[in-house]
C-alpha cells in the first residue's frame, strides 16, 4: 500500500550523535524519508510537546534518515532531548527541492543550513567542482567539515569553514567569503541555507553577479501543507512554493531579508 504522505508515521529513534554543544543528529528508520530530496522538509512531532518542520538529514546507513536539531526553542529543545528508543511522528516529505546544475558550484550554508546541503551534495556530478562554505560562530559550534570532505571525496573541491570570532577557519561572517569567491570566479551554481540575512547577502550577491542563484528558506510553519499560512513570505508560502526559490524570484520580494512573522502572525523586522 502507498503511503500517504500527510499521514504521521511513528519512527523510532535508533541513533543519536551529539554534532556540537547544542547541536545532535538523531538517526532512523524510514525509507520515505531516506529518499528525500535535497530542499524538502518533514513535520515532526515529538509527543507531548509540539510538531515543527525539520530539513531531512543524510544517514550513511541504507533506509535511514536523520534530523540534525540545534537547542532552541520548546519544540527544538524536545526533540534535542529525546534518548534513543522513543518516539517521533513524521510526516512528508513536503516542498520542492533545488535545480541542480553542472559544473562549477557554490553551496554556502550556516547553522542547521548545513542539513539541505549535505543532502544536495549526494546529487553532483564527479565532474563537479564543488566549494562549499560553512558559517559558525566559534569553532566549538562547527560540524559536518568532515562529512563534507568525505561526500566530495571524488570531487575537485574544497571546503571553507568561517567563523565570527576567528576561533577556527577564516575569520569573520561567511558572506564576506561569498563575496571573495564571486568576484574572482564565475559559478555555475549558488545554493544556499541558514540564516535568512546570510541567505540574503547571498543570493545579492550571485545575483548581481548574473549567477544562477537558489535558497532554501525557513518560515514559521504550523501545518507544512499551505493551509495556515503562517510561512508566508510576500505572496509566497515557503511549504507549498518552496522551500527553495530562485535568487530573481527572491529579490523581487520585499520581505526577504528584511521581515518575519512571528507565531501570532505579525511582520517583525529582522
Request: aromatic share 8%.
Amino acid at each position: 500500500m502507498q503511503r500517504n504522505y500527510n499521514h504521521t508515521k511513528i519512527c523510532i529513534v535508533e541513533k543519536i550523535i551529539d554534532e556540537t554543544p547544542t547541536v545532535r543528529t538523531l538517526v532512523f528508520s524510514d525509507d520515505v524519508m531516506s529518499s528525500a530530496l535535497p530542499g524538502q522538509f518533514a513535520m515532526v512531532w515529538i509527543p507531548g510537546v509540539n510538531e515543527l518542520p525539520m530539513s531531512v538529514m543524510i544517514s550513511q546507513e541504507s533506509g535511514k534518515a536523520a534530523f540534525t536539531v540545534r537547542r532552541h526553542g520548546s519544540a527544538s529543545t524536545g526533540l534535542f532531548n529525546l534518548q534513543m528508543g522513543q518516539q517521533i511522528g513524521v510526516r512528508g516529505p513536503y516542498g520542492n527541492s533545488f535545480n541542480l546544475k553542472q559544473g562549477k558550484l557554490l553551496l554556502v550554508a550556516g547553522g542547521t543550513g548545513l542539513v539541505p546541503m549535505m543532502r544536495l551534495l549526494t546529487f553532483v556530478k564527479p565532474s563537479d567542482n564543488v566549494t562549499v562554505l560553512i558559517g559558525a560562530k566559534s569553532k566549538n559550534e562547527v560540524f559536518f567539515e568532515d562529512l563534507a570532505n568525505n561526500l566530495l571525496k571524488n570531487n575537485t573541491h574544497s571546503v571553507i569553514v568561517t567563523t565570527d570570532d576567528g576561533t577556527y577557519g577564516e575569520k569573520g561572517f561567511v558572506t564576506n567569503m561569498v563575496e571573495k569567491l564571486v568576484n574572482e570566479n564565475h559559478f555555475d551554481g549558488v545554493y544556499t541555507c541558514g540564516p535568512e540575512i546570510m541567505m540574503y547577502k547571498t543570493v545579492q550577491l550571485a545575483h548581481s553577479k548574473g549567477l544562477f542563484v537558489q535558497a532554501s528558506l525557513e518560515r514559521m510553519m504550523k501545518c507544512g501543507v499551505g493551509i495556515c499560512g503562517s510561512c508566508c513570505i510576500g505572496e509566497d508560502l515557503v511549504c507549498r512554493d518552496g522551500t527553495v526559490f530562485d535568487g530573481e524570484h527572491l529579490m523581487s520580494n520585499k520581505e526577504f531579508g528584511h521581515f518575519h512573522r512571528n507565531k501570532a502572525g505579525i511582520l517583525e523586522n529582522y
